[in-house]
């Protein structure tokens, strides 16, 4: 049976970074040679490197001054690195979410954190917004954000106008719309929602931005290492590299970031649709905070004992991953780019024929 792949990460990658990827495995670019048993010195795979970097800065249109780096260690570790590189004294946070959270928490190991809006009171179902031409407390070093609140669904579609250099962890969000890059001195990004398998982080890092901190900074966690190196001070994760260069190309078949952001429009838009319309299923986050990526429904109060068998209904019909984080229970549809609007319609045929059976 067809599956409907809704997991919030790692989650569905296109067909062709798949097939290209697993082409790969076997014969690498007419080597004879597999992928994973290749030199990364080699010409092959340091072309792979510099088109996947050269492909970024073309869909997300990077100004000059900025590196592109593939890294090892998640986004998680990001959490510290941005931190060990760029906080000098004091830096702002956003806490919208449990990876905001968790970002504040490493953040507080290099410096003093002010966490400038938090909607955690209201079990994070909004994103506090700063008002526009945000100015910044004086002594920020940066402001934090994460774009998008992948277990909460809620998410910022904007990159805010504030006094301070930005700092955006845009994870489970980054290809879905344009990004105005000039705006922020860091982006990091997990490649397992919207890129490519687990194993390697997506960082645009401002150049002039790095060096200002006093502290030492071990190698491996040094940004400028990287930039000086071209992502190969050491081996990097080849494979998911590749990948995300399969992805890039794909994406940039589809017409870039502006024709994507279509597509996922108009899909959340059908989900929410049918979520409002509905007579068991009520959406979680608010609506001037929905996020188009990650979709969190539950069911109606009256309804909730039904939850369980939802899932089971889904899964009958090749719906697979629509199980709500612990945190907010229910539900959540996770419509990353790879997500074809078939199965957001098939979800939405299941929800409707749920019921009616009910
Ligand atoms: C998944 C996710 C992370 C964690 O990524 P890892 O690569 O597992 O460290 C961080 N932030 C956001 C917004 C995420 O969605």
Redesign the pocket.
């Known amino acids: 049976m067809k599956k409907h792949n809704f997991y919030?990460?790692p989650s569905i990658l296109s067909e062709y970074t798949i097939n290209h990827t697993a082409e790969a495995v076997k014969d690498f670019a007419g080597t004879g040679l597999s992928l994973l048993e290749v030199s990364h010195r080699s010409k092959e795979f340091v072309a792979v490197m510099d088109e996947a970097q050269a492909l970024v800065k073309e869909l997300l249109d990077v100004p000059e001054g900025y590196s592109v780096l593939f890294l090892g260690?998640?986004?998680?570790?990001q959490?510290a690195m941005g931190p060990m590189n760029l906080l000098r004294n004091k830096a702002g946070y956003l806490d919208t979410?449990t990876?905001a959270a968790?970002?504040i928490k490493e953040a507080r190991l290099f410096g003093d954190v002010d966490v400038l809006a938090s909607s955690k009171d209201a079990n994070y179902t909004f994103y506090p917004r700063l008002h526009a031409d945000y100015e910044c407390p004086d002594g920020l070093d940066y402001l934090h954000i994460?774009t998008?609140?992948?277990?909460y669904g809620t998410e910022l579609r904007e990159d805010p106008t504030v006094t301070c250099p930005l700092i955006a962890?845009?994870?489970?969000d980054i290809f879905s719309r344009p990004v105005d890059v000039a705006k922020y001195d860091l982006i990091y990004a997990?490649?397992?929602?919207n890129l490519a398998p687990?194993g390697v982080?997506l960082v645009i890092v401002k150049d002039s931005a790095l060096g200002q901190v006093e502290r030492a900074i071990p190698t491996m966690l040094d940004y400028r290492t990287h930039i000086k190196k071209g992502s190969m001070f050491n081996t990097p994760p080849v494979l998911p590299v590749y990948s995300a260069l399969m992805t890039l190309r794909y994406y940039k078949e589809q017409g870039g970031v502006k024709a994507l952001e279509k597509l996922d429009l108009d899909k959340a838009a059908m989900l929410y649709d049918a979520i409002d319309s509905s007579r068991l299923f009520i959406g979680t986050a608010r609506s001037d905070s929905r996020s188009i990526m990650n979709v969190t429904f539950v069911m109606k109060p009256e309804y909730a004992e039904l939850e369980k068998e939802f899932v089971d209904f889904c899964s009958a019909r090749g719906i697979v991953g629509i199980k709500g984080h612990r945190s907010v229970g229910g539900f959540r549809a996770s419509l990353y780019n790879a997500l074809p609007v078939e199965s957001v319609k098939v979800l939405i045929e299941a929800m409707t024929d749920f019921q009616k059976a009910h």
């Open positions: 919030a990460g260690g998640g986004a998680s570790l959490f979410g990876w968790n970002a994460t998008n609140n992948t277990i962890d845009m994870s489970s997990g490649a397992q929602k687990a982080t």
